[in-house]
């Protein structure tokens, strides 16, 4: 048996976890290891510095609401699937209370709770000038294009042969799909993000920080083989440090059990891990703490009462002092749930997306203020759009959705794909009250981000393995065109 430390991987199948420990702060630290133990093995040319952030808004965000055709015709189609505004169980917008966006863009309005985020769209307000945002249409899972007809075929049992993604309209399904870009499923899961920092961390990161840094707890989207996500709070790390004293006691006491030397393999790299794990905290939150990351009069611009707001100025912190951290690539994962409206859309929906757009006009505020704006990419995903027909006030599980993408990398004020058909059982419409089918891939969409983020064109096929399907990475073209030349 080799003694180099074990992988993440190798010693989680080995060992339980369980019979460790019950604190909270042990278990976290289990699922936590350094990016990459060796040194890197060639950096990068250059000195830019990029971050993703993912904003994925679990539940199944009904995202058109959010984009909504406002040209007559269009609407008029809108209007007359989703119930009438103003009728019983209707869920149209007010067509005349839409934030209507320009230029290219014209024939399409906001939800009128997304007062930031058109302000980005149309370069307005405290983004004079600046087009920061753009949105893409009729995304979702596929493994290879289809078209409706070939998907009520396999529906029917006709075409059984045809790939398409596992347990469509499941949640979990669908939440595990996006993170991993593997709609057809997997057998050991890894995220796209995990893989990209497979690739590329030791070739631009030197820090024992992971690139893979998680404000939400564990997820599939930044595991790797041999990475995983970093997981901190809107506060700072997850060190032993930051608990009360009597359990600062206990864990004194913890340590020191990790300072001895054992002759199992499996326990001494147990304790390997978890030094390692715990040092690397405590040197984010040394950062983290520092003056370095003092965001100055960005921090004003979060509002205190708004949760992911608090949570997007640590995404905010994190990238300030990348370079202390080593880090010259970062991706970040947001959760923010509560979007499965079945019951209930209209005033719920207005609720929560006044609270996404406020953090997510001050997290672009804030990198635009601090001289960032051109080295981050913040992108939305979800489970599934939803059904275009009401079900009485809410609606269901659906597949193809609207995704919103900011930065200033971004062509801003654009809507990127096509946009589908409303009508019901219409062309795009695969049945059950108004299930889009995706005109376009998920896998198109990242791709576009991993293109800016230094993925190379070789090896693209290795993040997303049905990208040939829809694009070719040496095409030298643009998959969507959203992220500017």
């Known amino acids: 048996m080799s003694s180099s430390p074990i992988s993440r991987r190798k010693f989680l199948r080995q060992f339980n976890c369980a019979a460790i420990s019950s604190s909270a702060i042990l278990n976290t630290l289990l699922n936590l290891k350094l ?7 060639g950096i990068a040319p250059g000195t830019d510095s990029k971050a993703m952030v993912c904003l994925f808004l679990s539940g199944g965000m009904d995202s058109y609401q959010m984009l909504v055709p406002w040209e007559q015709s269009r609407y008029n189609s809108y209007s007359t699937t989703r119930g009438a505004f103003g009728t019983d169980g209707g869920l149209a917008l007010d067509r005349n209370a ?23 769209a149309t370069g307005t307000g405290p983004f ?7 949105a893409i249409t009729n995304v979702g899972t596929l493994v290879q294009p289809i078209s409706k007809l070939q998907y009520q075929a396999w529906e029917n049992g006709e075409n059984a042969a045809l790939p398409v993604p596992r347990a469509l309209f499941s949640h979990s399904d669908q939440m595990e799909q996006w993170q991993t870009a593997v709609p057809q499923g997997m057998l050991e899961l890894t995220g796209w993000a995990g893989r990209v920092a497979d690739i590329i961390n030791s070739s631009y ?30 506060g700072g790390s997850l060190s032993f440090e930051n608990y009360s004293i009597p359990h ?10 990790l300072e001895q030397s054992y002759t199992n393999l499996l326990s001494q790299s147990f304790a390997n891990l978890t030094k390692e794990s715990d040092a690397a905290q405590l040197h984010f939150q040394e950062q983290f703490d520092s003056s370095a990351a003092d965001l100055g009069a960005a921090t004003a611009l979060f509002p205190p009462a708004n949760y992911l707001a608090t949570t997007l100025q640590a995404v905010l912190k994190a990238i300030k002092i990348r370079s202390a951290l080593g880090l010259r690539r970062q991706t970040f994962f947001v959760n923010w749930g509560g979007w499965d409206m079945h019951g209930d859309l209209l005033g719920p929906q ?5 609270v996404v757009d406020a953090a997510l006009s001050a997290f672009q505020q804030g990198l635009e203020l601090l001289g960032l704006s051109n080295d981050v990419v913040t ?23 609207n995704a919103f993408v900011m930065g200033g990398p971004v062509d801003g004020g654009r809507i990127f794909g096509t946009f589908p058909d409303l009508t019901l059982d219409g062309p795009d419409d695969v049945g059950y009250g108004g299930r889009l089918l995706p005109s376009t891939s998920a896998d198109v ?7 800016w983020f230094g993925v190379p064109a070789t090896q693209m096929a290795s993040v997303l393995p049905n990208i040939a399907n829809f694009w070719n990475p040496l095409s030298g073209t643009a998959p969507l065109g959203f992220i500017k030349s």
């Open 205 to 234: 990161n030197t820090g024992a920080t992971s690139m893979s840094i998680s404000l939400s707890g564990n997820n599939v989207f930044q595991v790797g083989d041999t990475t995983t996500q970093f997981a901190i709070t809107p």
């Open 248 to 257: 600062q006691l206990k864990n004194q006491a913890f340590r020191s059990t």
């Open 445 to 451: 969409y990242f791709a576009e981000m991993l293109r």
């Open 35 to 41: 990016a990459n133990s060796a040194a890197a093995d």
């Open 379 to 401: 992108f939305t995903a979800s489970d599934f759009g939803r059904t275009l027909r009401s079900n009485g006030r809410g609606t269901d599980h659906a597949w193809g959705a």
């Open 128 to 134: 004079l000038g600046k087009k920061r945002i753009a």
């Open 350 to 354: 207005a609720e929560q997306l006044a």
């Open 98 to 120: 839409l934030l209507r966006l320009t230029g290219s863009a014209s024939d399409f309005g906001f939800h009128p709770s997304m007062v930031g985020m058109h302000q980005m």
